[in-house]
């Protein structure tokens, strides 16, 4: 078993920045691919960003050019730096990390709020 803990989330005025941050602990041996989700309500859940054990990265359109994903495999931590925020951005927002064998482990959320 993985388990994730986000932390980070808060409350910021349109154009600001937060860090968010998803430490892993558990079956560590077992991750691959890591990423950030997020859910607005009234809304599926959606891909904001992914990064491989290797480090390669994948952007949700909406927030290419203002977040960034980055991994840290010795601390097994991942990262989303997202600045410019938007109202739109507005979520919470999970981290996920994927298997080996392709199981998925999703932390408990982080509450984001951009005003406007």
């Known amino acids: 078993q993985v388990q994730l803990v986000e932390s980070g989330g808060g409350l910021v005025q349109a154009g600001g920045s937060l860090r968010l941050s998803c430490v892993a602990s558990?079956?560590?041996?077992?991750?691959?691919?890591m990423g950030w989700y997020r859910q607005a309500p009234g809304k599926q859940r959606e891909l904001v960003a992914t990064i491989t054990r290797g480090g390669s990265t994948n952007y949700a359109d909406s927030v290419k050019g203002r977040f960034t994903i980055s991994r840290d495999n010795a601390k097994i931590t991942m990262y989303l730096q997202m600045n410019s925020l938007l109202p739109d951005d507005t979520a919470v927002y999970y981290c996920n990390a994927r298997s080996v064998t392709g199981k998925d482990y999703w932390g408990q959320g982080t509450q984001v709020t951009v005003s406007s």
């Open positions: 558990g079956s560590i041996w077992n991750i691959n691919n």
